[in-house]
């Protein structure tokens, strides 16, 4: 189901990752409305759901996500690099996180799986 630019299923909420080294994905945004529309978007989750079918142009071809995402994502530019590699990763409504990014891979940051030190 989609609600509030969201796609949800049951209990938690569908997060975009980059897996794959080299360029990440809602990481590399340049505002952080950016990275909030990349990391929730439903349309590519959906279309990552459904085994990337190539039917789906603006996803399928290269050529056409460049302007797709720019004019989605608040008409500034926007870096697509890690497109490529995203995979869905499910995250419990409610749940505080980040993304996390090293070397263009990506990651889910919860507040329960770091180890705070306090001082």
Known sequence: ????GKYY???SVAVLVSEGHGAGWSSWAHTEEQQKLAMFDPEIVQWILDDKPNNHLVFADPMHRG????DKYG???FYDGGFDGLIVEWVKVGT???I???DGCEDI???ENVKWIEA
């Not at 189901?1 to 509030?4: D, F, T």
């Not at 302007?67 to 720019?70: A, E, G, I, L, V």
């Open 100 to 102: 996390t990014e090293y």
């Open 96 to 98: 505080k996180f980040r």
């Open 67 to 70: 302007s797709y995402f720019t």
């Open 1 to 4: 189901m989609v609600k509030n």
């Open 109 to 111: 940051q919860t507040m």
């Open 9 to 11: 299923k049951g209990d």
């Open 75 to 77: 008409g500034t530019y």
